[in-house]
């Protein structure tokens, strides 16, 4: 649990900041002088101290100068909480080494603060780090302090190794020493994650150096290092940029996430987990814009499941949808790679087959039939009604003249009896069609 002094002479103030920062996660002291506060600081180690800025023996930015010269205290959070809006001992307070004032007015600003201090300073991370340092003695300082956030760590001595790793791995974040020994720098292994071909080029990088020249520190954020630490390295300044950026790159990647899901949750049928229509549209267009460039076939097939209404009736629309979402998986499973399948209303499919003339795609069609003759999709018997039709460049089909005529040939398929396929060939639709023709 988080340590926090309270310095007030106002026991009331005292109380009311007391259920302020226990609410927040914060265990609580208090000391009602300045002198007090300070003995008590020098005895244990407060993470978060709030004095406020009428004690009755020290002026705020004397306690504050105090405070930070003793042991401990360069990081600790340091509030002055104040009755008066006085600029000047604020200023004074502040250049004293005060973190933030905060008005005894506004103690819901104060609130807010200290539950993200809290959340912040609790927050175990987890994540893996790639860490390339050549010392030894500053490996085992870093690594105990990311292990100490909850991180996992890969730590390297040569960029070389570390370079192969990262290749494999799953990395939140990147340190590396900029000069390292062996024959890869660490500039090197910044400019080879920052040039690779994957969603990983993005991780955050934080460089470490003992030079100190400005232009040099340009370079590397030319470069793609996202930032920034010189040697001998401050452990709590280290900590804080690790925690910014691993909890901004996670939160980014889960963006992404979310994004990627609801694009393809958009694109996807519920039913039966195929594109609809609004993705086979989306999709086409390239299928098209490919047969006329290379000048190469295209054909599509309406699949139109036979008597679906009839099968509500008898066995109920959840069994029909069941049917419907075995049909479909099994639908995805037996198209070729290259194929498209997509829902494009109630009982009818849609498949565009490319690089397929209307003899190819007949087979493939008919083999299909005869196999959702055996499949029985939720212990039903199934049966399709295929119409094909192939792109005619000479007419510039598009995606909707090129399924009215499938759909042409698709109800001839159903007069013919369902269960069979057809093709429509120069605006007629043509019951048989052999290898030969
Ligand atoms: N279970 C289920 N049924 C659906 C779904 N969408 C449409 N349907 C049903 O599909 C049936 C389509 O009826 P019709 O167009 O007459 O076609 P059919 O009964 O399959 O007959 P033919 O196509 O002539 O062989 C309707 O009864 C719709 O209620 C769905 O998502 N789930």
């Not at 049928?269 to 299928?287: C, I, P, Q, V, W």
């Not at 209404?309 to 959840?318: A, L, Q």
Request: glycine share 4%; with cysteine.
């Amino acid at each position: 649990m988080l340590n926090a002094l309270v310095i007030d002479s106002s026991p009331m103030f005292c109380e009311h900041m007391i259920d302020l920062l226990e609410s927040a996660g914060f265990n609580v002291e208090t000391a009602e002088s300045g002198a007090d506060g300070l003995g008590k600081a020098a005895q244990a180690r407060y993470r978060l101290v709030c004095c406020s800025d009428n004690l009755p023996d020290y002026a705020s930015s004397e306690f504050c100068s105090q405070l930070r010269a003793l042991s401990g205290y360069d990081f600790a959070t340091l509030l002055v909480l104040t009755e008066h809006d006085n600029s000047k001992i604020l200023k004074q307070a502040l250049l004293a080494g005060a973190t933030d004032i905060f008005s005894k007015n506004d103690m819901a600003e104060m609130d807010t603060y200290l539950s993200r201090l809290s959340q912040r300073e609790s927050r175990q991370l987890s994540g893996r780090v790639l860490f390339i340092e050549d010392s030894r003695v500053l490996q085992t300082i870093i690594i105990d302090l990311l292990t100490d956030m909850g991180l996992d760590v890969d730590a390297y001595n040569y960029a070389e190794s570390a370079w192969e790793a990262f290749k494999g791995g799953d990395y939140d974040l990147v340190i590396t020493d900029i000069m390292l020994e062996g024959s890869m720098s660490g500039i090197t292994l910044v400019r080879k994650i920052r040039r690779m071909q994957s969603e990983y080029s993005n991780v955050p990088i934080i460089a470490t150096s003992g030079f100190d020249n400005m232009s040099r520190k340009i370079e590397l954020f030319h470069l793609g290092v996202n930032d920034y630490v010189s040697k001998p390295i401050v452990r709590e300044e280290l900590r804080q940029r690790v925690f910014n950026h691993i909890t901004s790159y996670q939160t980014t990647q889960e963006l992404r996430t979310q994004q990627k899901s609801l694009h393809s949750l958009a694109m996807l049928d519920e039913t039966t987990g195929l594109f609809n229509r609004h993705a086979l549209r989306e999709f086409a267009s390239k299928y098209f814009s490919e047969a006329y460039r290379f000048n190469r076939c295209l054909s599509l097939a309406v699949i139109d499941i036979d008597h679906l209404k009839d099968i509500n009736e008898r066995h109920g629309f959840e069994r029909g949808d069941q049917m419907l979402s075995e049909l479909g998986s099994w639908m995805k499973r037996h198209v070729r790679d290259v194929d498209l399948v997509a829902r494009w209303a109630g009982d009818e499919l849609v498949l565009l087959l490319p690089e397929c003339d209307l003899v190819s795609a007949k087979n493939m069609m008919e083999r299909m039939v005869q196999r959702l003759n055996k499949l029985k999709p939720a212990n039903l018997e199934v049966t399709v009604s295929i119409g094909i039709a192939q792109l005619r460049q000479a007419d510039n089909d598009n995606l909707n003249s090129l399924f009215e005529l499938a759909d042409k040939a698709m109800y001839q398929a159903k007069m013919a009896g369902r269960n069979c396929v057809r093709v429509y060939v120069e605006s007629e639709v043509v019951p048989e069609l052999s290898d030969n023709d």
